[in-house]
């Protein structure tokens, strides 16, 4: 019955199509390569701007500034990837138990819920991360946390005290970055566990694994790479974070691993926007090449990132 | 044996006899109904399934051979909602009974899937290994070493893959990474291996290799296979169950079981013999 009631001529139905398809084809091939070319574009744009912009500071006569370039820049890097590495270590893996437990654990209500929930922190402005940082939890944790940590843990350096009264310290910043990074890795993650096939996940359990033990064998590692480009997004973030850190963190122009003092190292974003309304002249270059700095430790970062991924028989093959 | 007390059909005492001196394992099966949520999708189904042999499941497409197949290693429970009323004994204990773990189950019960999955992120040693690494955490080099050739070398696969047991499984043809999952399932040393249609996704040379492995896995093993090829239930099986549906929506039923080759010469009801003649499905 179902066969005669196909049309007959059921085939000739794409001819008239055909050539408005092709020229369809072409048009939305050219959207999408000026598409590419706009973001390379971009992308050289900034970068030379940064590299006129920077130039002057290194051409500069030596005695322009009371110091050189690199003994400047030196502790707001190091500051720059000290904070965002703390703040990456702790969101990791709050990060990725979030969305196992979205993806895996939790009903589904709970699950699209909580989804939603931390999709929306990833909406907040920055500058309000920054506030509640300052007025809320830099007072909470001066209180109650970083003397604790000063007494009892004070023989490792990065707690070796003072402790701050004010709170303003590296690791109040590095927790703001860490809430502010968490709802990007969560959801990528949680979309990498989501996708992990049935079959591999039947696979474990079949052989008689535990939940858990599925996911140590068939989601994890399925979702691996997406887990460490969220990692990598969230990275970005942090270390070009500025408002936030501009507001917590107590600046001094010094290299240390402690993190609960009022002397801490500034981060370049936050160094910019401190200092760039009180510049003039070469400072503005000055501020700008440190600018290029930036520019170059996130590139290094993404790099080193893909190959991460990469690295491995990806999941995603099979 | 307590449970022949409470149990109607003495199937269950003598399968649990017969596991206790070393017989095999006989599996039955007792007015199971399997469910998804509130839609009953198999109804009703008893059954026999004799040790060291190979059982076959056929029928047409939805008609519930793979549910109950699932639900033989408590594979079902992974879909939400899914859940079983009536028993399966195996050794003369019930996998449903209270307080079996699923995961001890699956142990005991391997299973072969329709396509093949070989973990893609793990070599073909690890592949192997998968199932053996869940249930001792520790396991030294030789003893792996050892279990993986027994393993490859039970599967059919040792002479194919010995130079490469460190690439991965995903790189090895279709065929080839069913009967890696094949070795992966018997390396745990299950009583029971069951096969959900795992020569669908395969060419007929592979298929054949699959085929030829099942005859001599049967000696060791109690193999329950679902097919859709009635002739390769025909060459595989000495008994087989025809299942079938009465219509979309009802839920599929066991027409009859018998041995294979009455089954596909003389069978009793006239739907196994529009099946088996090609009439429908």
């Known amino acids: 019955m179902t066969i005669t009631d196909t049309p007959p001529g059921g085939d000739t139905v794409v001819a008239p199509t055909e050539t408005t398809s092709k020229l369809g084809d072409r048009i939305f091939g050219g959207i999408s390569l000026g598409a590419g070319i706009l973001i390379l574009v971009t992308l050289a744009a900034v970068a030379l701007f940064l590299f006129v912009e920077a130039w002057p500071t290194f051409g500069a006569d030596p005695g322009e500034f009371n110091e050189s370039f690199v003994s400047y820049v030196a502790p707001l890097l190091f500051g720059t990837i ?14 990725v138990g979030v969305a196992l437990f979205i993806s895996h654990y939790a009903p589904k209500r709970i699950a699209v ?136 963190l107590s600046p001094a122009n010094i290299i240390t691993v402690n993190v609960i003092s009022n002397q801490n190292p500034n981060t370049i974003a936050a160094n910019i926007a401190l200092k760039f309304p009180e510049s003039a002249g070469l400072s503005v270059n000055r501020l700008i090449a440190t600018g290029l700095v930036l520019f170059f430790v996130t590139f290094v970062v993404n790099a080193l990132a893909r190959r991460i991924a990469n690295s491995g028989f990806s999941g995603a093959d099979g | ?25 006989r599996i039955v099966v007792e007015n199971l109904n399997i469910y998804y949520g509130d839609f009953l999708a198999v109804r009703d189904v008893n059954m026999v399934i004799e040790p060291r042999s190979v059982t076959a499941l056929i029928g047409p497409s939805g008609c519930g051979k793979s549910t109950f197949i699932r639900s033989l290693n408590r594979m079902h429970e992974v879909i939400d909602g899914a859940r079983v009323e009536g028993s399966v004994y195996v050794d003369g204990e019930d996998l449903y009974g209270p307080g079996v773990d699923p995961v001890a189950v699956r142990r005991k019960v391997g299973m072969v899937f329709q ?48 130079d490469r047991l ?59 296979i679902v097919t859709h090829n009635m002739q390769q239930a025909a060459r595989v099986s000495s008994r087989t169950a025809f299942f079938t549906i009465d219509g979309t929506g009802q839920p599929g039923y066991v027409v009859e079981m018998d041995d294979t080759d009455v089954m596909f010469s003389n069978p009793k009801q006239q739907s196994t013999i529009d099946y088996v003649t090609g009439r429908f499905g």
């Not at chain 2, 007390?5 to 003495?10: A, C, E, F, M, Y």
């Open chain 2, 166 to 224: 460190d690439k991965p499984g995903s790189g090895l043809s279709g065929g080839q990474q069913q009967r890696l999952c094949i070795a992966r399932a018997i390396a745990v040393e299950p009583e029971i291996l069951l096969m959900d249609e795992p020569c669908s996704a395969l060419d007929p040379i592979s298929t054949l290799a699959i085929e030829q492995l099942m005859n001599e896995l049967k000696s060791t093993y109690t193999i329950v």
């Open chain 1, 82 to 95: 000290w904070a965002a590495s703390l703040a990456l270590l702790m969101a990791l893996p709050l990060a």
């Open chain 2, 1 to 25: 044996m307590t449970e022949s007390v409470d149990t109607p059909i003495s199937d269950v005492a003598v399968a649990a006899l017969d596991a206790e001196i070393g017989l095999g394992n």
């Open chain 1, 113 to 248: 819920t909580l989804g939603y929930f931390i999709d929306l922190l990833a909406a907040i402005p920055s500058v309000v991360f920054g506030l509640w940082g300052i007025a809320v939890l830099a007072p909470i944790l001066s209180r109650s946390v970083y003397p604790w940590l000063e007494d009892n843990l004070g023989f490792l350096p990065f707690f070796a005290g003072p402790a701050s009264t004010s709170g303003r310290t590296m690791m109040t910043a590095a927790v703001v970055l860490a809430v502010m990074i968490l709802p990007i890795i969560t959801a990528i993650s949680r979309e990498v566990f989501l996708q992990t096939p049935r079959l591999h996940e039947e696979a474990s359990l079949a052989l008689g694994a535990t939940k858990w033990e599925m996911i140590q064998q068939a989601v994890l590692p399925y979702g691996r790479s997406g887990v460490i480009s969220g990692a990598m997004l969230g990275l970005g973030r942090a270390l070009g974070e500025t408002m936030a850190v501009a507001i917590i």
């Open chain 2, 115 to 162: 396509r093949p999955n070989p973990f893609p992120t793990m070599s073909i040693a690890d592949n192997v290994l998968a199932g053996k690494r869940l249930n001792s955490r520790r396991i030294n080099k030789s003893e792996a070493e050892d279990l993986v050739e027994k393993s490859l070398r039970g599967a059919n696969l040792w002479e194919e893959v010995k």
